[in-house]
């Protein structure tokens, strides 16, 4: 894993040798890290430079409602104190690529809980090496893909953690409502580093368990099955009440109605009924429909399937396709794997939807096609 983290930032690396970052929205990241440095470790009340000629209030200038920024500026805070020639710009070259190089870590946790030690080694491989993935995380480039990609890792690294030892009954009372109350700190952190999205991954985990109760109901025909797995509706319930009581205070009321109505008001995201201006996303290129389902597959696949139209049968997405085929044959036959099944296909499940509506959202493709590819390898 250290030697995939490693190659990983090498090759976003590799031959950058302009003294600059790429592009528009790095420098939007890079000058609220820099008010942060200047303003003594946090964002300003006001800022002069939006809303031209008069500036503009900044609604959320604490470290919950700016997660990614305070990271990148007391990340810097912390190298520039062993290297103190070292300027804001030039951290901001290597910081990004090292953000995505971290996301090995938890994938490789994932991909060892859901199938074995090698499918996690592949899984990370795959993940961090990924094309859309590695297009958005280059050097230079302190977007916030980078974090947007590993913290839902995170999160459903630490959720299966917790839920493995929910299902081998090695977890007791106090230790479910600690593992509640860090998933829930965990999800507010990250509705606070992607507000337009961070609603796919409580969807994704309450999916996976409501798809559980329900295969056990059918299966084994148990009423029961709801106090066998209390424990897991528990954790469930906790982490959204915890996560809901530290983001009302902090993003408003509003932010109980995303949740709920995200998947069912994505659809709108380009809707330009009833506003005062012209909503720009509706121009916005990667923001447009990616055509058909082939076109889909092609963009999230390094090869080119004109030239070679047999390859989309190798292709990343076919791959996952073949695992969960042989994840729903190893259920049939062996009952094993339910769990990496039911989860594999929600999580493949959300992200195709979302890539229909705009191109953008193909990089979610990647999570699963890395760990569908490594279990079927």
Known sequence: ???????????????????????????????????????????????????APT????????????FYVYVGAYAY????????????????VWFPPL????????????????YDRRAGVLAAFFVVFDISIMA???????????????????????????????????????????????????????????GGGYWYVVWLIAGFVILKIAVDLITHRSKGALSKHKYLLLHLIGSMLIFFLLAVPVNGASILQSTLQ???SFATIKDEGGREFPNVYVSVAELQP?????????????????ANPAAILISPFFLMIYALV?????????????????????????????????????????APMAIGSAIIL
């Open 136 to 194: 958005r995380t280059l050097g230079g480039d302190p977007d916030n893909d980078g974090i947007v990609l590993l913290l839902p890792l995170i999160l459903i690294a630490v959720y299966l953690y917790t839920y493995k030892k929910i299902e081998q009954g090695k977890i007791s009372a106090k230790l479910l409502g600690v593992y509640t109350l860090i998933f829930g700190v965990l999800l507010f952190l990250w509705a606070n580093t992607w």
């Open 262 to 264: 995200g998947p069912f």
């Open 77 to 92: 805070m912390f190298f520039h104190a062993f290297m103190q020639n070292m300027q804001l710009w030039q951290f901001l």
């Open 99 to 114: 953000v995505a190089s971290l996301m090995a870590i938890p994938m490789y946790f994932i991909g060892k809980t859901l």
């Open 326 to 366: 042989y994840l729903s044959y190893s259920y049939i036959r062996k009952r094993q794997h339910l769990d990496t099944l039911l989860l594999l296909f929600i999580w493949f499940l959300g992200p195709f939807m979302s890539t229909i509506i705009a191109i953008r959202f193909s990089i979610l493709f990647s």
């Open 1 to 51: 894993i250290l030697l995939i983290i490693a190659l990983s930032m090498h090759v976003r690396l590799l031959d950058y040798r302009w003294p600059y970052l790429r592009n528009i929205d790095s420098y939007v990241y890079f000058r609220q890290m820099d008010m942060i440095i200047d303003n003594n470790g946090a964002l300003p009340d006001f800022d002069p430079y939006v809303v």
């Open 290 to 306: 990616p055509g058909d389902v082939r076109s889909i597959i092609q963009r999230i696949s390094p090869v080119d399937f004109n």
């Open 55 to 66: 500036g503009n209030k900044i609604e959320s200038n604490t470290f919950a409602g700016n």
